[in-house]
């Protein structure tokens, strides 16, 4: 079965520093999908990122990027100059094309943002 | 339209009564999935569709979870017999196509379920 860990559930940081969030997961599948989701109290889901497993290298979006070490089963994400918009849920996400249609979620990390 | 919609935003149930739950996809999209979201949890899957037809219902946790999708766009996510496990935030999400795997999933902003 797959699963995704969050082990961070609440994190913080200083407007205009980086922070890092942290995801781990568990799979023996070598072709499979990552996500990262930002979830505000509105609740609706945006995606961050995505990252294929077999590229090599990581992807980057504007402020946010990930560092994806497939020998670990780690996929953290990194938000440069954090912004007050940038507080939310985030969410990490597994997807394997062969295994099933559904996305296995980790349990989140709220992120503040302190002006 | 703009986005997914989800319909209504804001439910509250008696236990025992049955609930409709509705999700308007963004148009054109074939893939159509429901997540039940916990309090403080992430989202799980209860069901996919692609166009009419429901490809996978592996995550509804009881036979009285049904959902539908007739023609192949709007979708309807009901609950029979509600029980108070079953409140939580259901999310609906649609995305393109499905045989692109890494295909963007849109979410709505969920229909926030409570049973008394």
């Known amino acids: 079965a797959q699963t995704v860990t969050q082990s961070q559930p609440e994190m913080s940081v200083q407007e205009a520093e980086t922070v890092t969030l942290s995801c781990t997961y568990d799979t023996s599948e070598s072709d499979y999908y990552l996500f990262w989701y930002k979830q505000p109290p509105s609740r609706q889901m945006i995606l961050v990122i995505r990252?294929?497993?077999?590229?090599?290298q990581n992807a980057t979006e504007n402020r946010f990027s990930v560092n994806f070490q497939k020998a670990a089963k780690s996929f953290s994400l990194k938000i440069s100059d954090s912004q007050l918009g940038d507080a939310a849920m985030y969410f990490c996400?597994?997807?394997?094309?062969?295994?099933?249609?559904?996305?296995?979620f980790g349990t989140g990390t709220s992120l503040t943002v302190i002006p | 339209g703009a986005g997914v919609s989800q319909s209504p935003r804001y439910k509250v149930a008696k236990r025992g009564q049955d609930v409709a739950l509705r999700c308007d996809p963004i148009?054109?999209?074939?893939?159509l999935f429901w997540y039940q979201q916990a309090l403080g949890q992430g989202p799980e899957f209860l069901t996919y569709f692609q166009n009419e037809a429901q490809l996978d219902k592996s995550g509804l946790p009881s036979d009285r979870f049904f959902a539908e999708r007739p023609e192949g766009s709007v979708s309807t996510l009901k609950i029979q017999r509600t029980q108070q496990e079953d409140s939580a935030v259901y999310l609906c999400?649609?995305?393109?196509?499905?045989?692109?795997?890494?295909?963007?999933?849109?979410f709505g902003p969920g229909t926030r379920l409570t049973v008394l």
């Open positions: 990252q294929e497993a077999y590229k090599q």
């Open positions: 999400a649609s995305s393109l196509v499905f045989s692109y795997s890494a295909d963007t999933q849109y």
């Open positions: 996400a597994y997807r394997n094309p062969n295994t099933g249609n559904q996305f296995y």
């Open positions: 148009s054109g999209h074939v893939s």
